[in-house]
């Protein structure tokens, strides 16, 4: 079984600079979560989607980040314009569903805002 | 205060040892999860439990609902289980889905 696949790996980028990330959950993984992890601390939950609709968005910092989930399937996070603190590995995870199950997590993308 | 705490932050110990992390979280929770995260970034779940104990080879993981409290244990501990260990409670919302508030994790180091 394929596990979650995130691009890029790597991304180094100047600030007020936009990027984008990709994710590519295991099918048939309903669930998709994006998070933030910075250096030193647990991951922080910025969206979770149900097939296309989101179902918590309440820590994304919606002015700057946004994020799409079209078919449900494949789902893009963006960034725009980036900030210093914004540099951290953003970490893709999905799931079978809603609740109590098994997150299965990429191996994130890390980013450096310069 | 964070709704969860893990200790020690850090953790050296050398080949051979019995390994315990602990977590203590201040909620009311639908499951809690350890996962292991080795340097690179990739995370992998090892347990979700709601009551009780789970063990997986040398991986053993409890937990006490009345006192908020869960321990990982690593027995026969070896230099390939040095990695970050994460505690992460599942806090169901009102529309049913479960939100994972994760702890700032454990950093084992196991020495040859």
Same mark, same amino acid.
């Not at chain 1, 079984?1 to 979650?4: Q, Y």
């Not at chain 1, 299965?104 to 980013?111: D, H, I, K, N, P």
């Given at each position: 079984?394929?596990?979650?696949a995130? =691009?890029?790996?790597?991304?180094?980028?100047?600030?007020?600079? =936009?990027?984008?990330?990709? &994710?590519?959950?295991?099918?048939?993984?309903?669930?998709?979560?994006?998070y933030?992890?910075?250096?030193?601390q647990?991951? +922080?939950?910025?969206?979770?989607?149900?097939?296309?609709?989101?179902?918590?968005? =309440?820590q994304?910092?919606?002015d700057r980040?946004?994020?799409e989930?079209?078919k449900?399937?494949?789902?893009?996070? +963006?960034i725009?314009p980036a900030k210093?603190?914004?540099s951290?590995?953003?970490? &893709?995870?999905?799931?079978?569903?809603?609740?109590?199950?098994?997150q299965?997590?990429?191996?994130?993308?890390?980013?450096s805002?310069? | 205060?964070?709704?969860?705490? #893990?200790?020690? #932050?850090?953790?050296?110990? #050398?080949?051979?040892e019995?390994?315990?992390?602990? $977590?203590?979280?201040?909620?009311?929770?639908?499951?809690?999860?350890?996962?292991?995260?080795?340097?690179?970034?990739?995370?992998?779940?090892?347990?979700?439990?709601?009551s009780?104990k789970?063990?997986?080879?040398?991986?053993?993981?409890?937990?006490?609902? #009345?006192?908020?409290?869960?321990?990982?244990?690593?027995t026969?501990?070896?230099?390939?289980?040095?990695?970050?260990?994460? $505690?992460?409670?599942?806090?169901?919302?009102?529309?049913?889905?479960?939100?994972?508030?994760?702890?700032?994790g454990?950093?084992?180091?196991v020495?040859?």
């Open positions: 079984e394929a596990g979650v995130q =691009s890029p790996r790597y991304k180094i980028i100047e600030k007020r600079q =936009s990027v984008a990330f990709w &994710c590519n959950p295991i099918s048939g993984h309903a669930t998709l979560y994006w933030q992890q910075i250096l030193g647990g991951p +922080k939950l910025l969206i979770q989607f149900q097939n296309n609709g989101v179902v918590d968005d =309440s994304l910092p919606k980040f946004s994020a989930r079209l449900g399937v494949d789902s893009t996070l +963006k725009q210093l603190e914004d951290a590995v953003y970490l &893709c995870a999905s799931s079978v569903a809603l609740a109590k199950n098994i299965y997590f990429g191996a994130g993308t890390r980013l805002v310069l | 205060k964070n709704e969860v705490e #893990q200790s020690p #932050q850090n953790l050296t110990a #050398q080949e051979g019995f390994i315990t992390i602990n $977590c203590s979280y201040s909620v009311g929770i639908s499951a809690l999860h350890w996962l292991q995260q080795h340097p690179g970034g990739g995370i992998v779940s090892l347990f979700m439990l709601s009780g789970k063990k997986h080879g040398r991986l053993i993981a409890t937990i006490n609902i #009345q006192e908020k409290h869960s321990s990982l244990h690593i026969a501990s070896h230099p390939r289980d040095s990695a970050v260990y994460i $505690c992460a409670v599942g806090l169901l919302t009102q529309g049913g889905s479960e939100k994972l508030v994760f702890g700032k454990t950093k084992l180091t020495n040859p």
